[in-house]
């Protein structure tokens, strides 16, 4: 769940970073805005950017080391869990089902 709300964070970041460089003449100044035309862009951006490398920093220390990884192999799961996901004409295996039973393929659960 954090992980997903680092990534919108990351999404918003890169696209406010993105969108800013991509923008012609500025707009008129409002008379609320506060401060000096065009001073407080860049300190704005750089706390944009100190934001997303703090983001991305969290992201890099969640990752599963490589000796951990077990490549080809799929989670057990139980009798009557969904073993398997529907994509189209295609069936996507989420787990492995336990001995004596098998992943339907109509209900896609182990039965």
């Known amino acids: ?9 990351c999404a918003v970041a890169a696209a ?3 969108g800013a460089r991509g923008q012609g003449p500025t707009p008129p100044r409002r008379a609320r805005d506060l401060g000096p ?3 407080g862009g860049a300190s704005r951006e750089k706390e944009l950017i100190e934001a997303l490398q703090e983001v991305l920093e969290k992201l890099k220390s969640k990752r599963v080391p490589h000796y ?3 490549f080809g192999q799929v989670p ?7 073993c398997a996901v ?10 492995d089902c336990p001995r004596g ?9 182990c039965l």
């Open 1 to 9: 769940m954090e992980s997903c709300r680092a990534l919108a964070l």
């Open 16 to 18: 406010l970073l993105l």
């Open 37 to 39: 035309p065009g001073g």
């Open 68 to 70: 951990e990884k077990k």
């Open 76 to 82: 057990m799961c139980d009798a009557g869990e969904q």
């Open 86 to 95: 529907r994509k189209g004409a295609r069936i996507g295996k989420l787990c």
């Open 101 to 109: 039973t098998s992943c339907n393929s109509f209900l896609l659960k």
